[in-house]
């Protein structure tokens, strides 16, 4: 299998066998993502894709989940990602599912008879990036979609049948709109209820436009106690049925794991504890994107 750039993965895709269908994010004007700066968006060449994947099944023969790259990859034509699934179904005889990133107009953009048939050739899981559910925060950090959009993909792809992962950036909204970034975040997914959510936790990283604004005392990053405090407000507000809640990522500086709602108030006695006891914390050094 050959890569170009910079591949990264949801955490839960880390067994999967990654293959690489575009180079970089078709939006890539994010000021907070580092990932895909340098690269140029453009679609593999399928002949390549073919090759990755007869290489693949002769390699491991036996994978049951395949994990479609880079940033957004359901951005392509859903006749191009049909025949890759296809190929996909044909070459692995225990593939159980695909999983792929995307934007909420690379889903809102499709119909749901296109969505349909991609869920039917094995396509099982979207991943996708809220971030926040504050549209002025949105269009601060430039996200493409607004909160609203974002709701509306994700009960698009729930209504065709394919699993629904959520990302909220905790700390995106800075210190002083730290409560209404969690508050309205939690009032976004509440209206998604998707099968599952993660929080992840801001790292200003160097060379991007956000960094920049730190840089220049525009943007101030909540400080740990201030990153507990909205992870709490953020779960407290969430009124969510039989949703995994995950905040596994190691850009986080508490692991937490439950059903919302149905272990809510076990999650906010953990942050109640962690925030009088920094050893159940992650230390600074062992953090990462």
Not at 179 to 205: D, W
Not at 253 to 259: A, D, K
Request: with cysteine; hydrophobic share 35%.
């Amino acid at each position: 299998m050959r890569y170009r750039g910079v591949i990264i993965r949801p955490p839960s895709e880390a067994e999967s066998y990654i293959l690489q269908v575009t180079y970089g994010c078709s939006h890539n004007a994010c000021t907070f993502c580092p990932t895909y700066k340098g690269t140029h968006f453009q679609p593999r060449p399928l002949r390549e894709i073919e090759e990755d994947i007869r290489m693949a099944a002769r390699m491991m023969p036996r994978t049951r989940r395949v994990f479609l790259a880079d940033g957004n990859a359901l951005c392509l034509p859903a006749e191009s990602l049909m025949y890759i699934l296809g190929l996909l179904k044909e070459s692995f005889p225990y593939l159980e599912r695909i999983g792929i990133y995307a934007n909420g107009r690379d889903i809102n953009d499709k119909s749901e008879k296109e969505l349909r048939s991609l869920a039917e050739l094995g396509m099982g899981i979207v991943y996708l990036g809220l971030e926040s559910g504050d549209d002025d925060v949105l269009r601060r950090v430039r996200k493409l979609d607004s909160s609203e959009e974002m709701v509306r993909a994700v009960l698009k792809a729930k209504r065709c049948g394919i699993l629904t992962s959520v990302i909220v950036l905790l700390g995106l909204g800075g210190r002083e709109g730290s409560l209404r970034h969690a508050e309205l975040s939690a009032r976004a997914v509440s209206m998604m209820n998707p099968h599952y959510l993660s929080a992840l936790t801001l790292m200003l990283v160097p060379g991007t436009p956000l960094y920049r604004q730190w840089e220049r005392g525009e943007f101030h990053l909540p400080d740990t106690e201030g990153m507990l405090r909205e992870l709490r407000h953020f779960i407290a507000c969430c009124q969510l049925e039989n949703c995994v809640f995950r905040t596994n990522h190691a850009s986080n500086y508490l692991p937490l794991r439950g059903v919302l709602s149905r272990d809510r108030d076990r999650l906010l006695e953990i942050i109640d504890e962690a925030s009088h006891r920094p050893e159940m914390l992650r230390p600074e050094y062992m953090r990462g994107l």
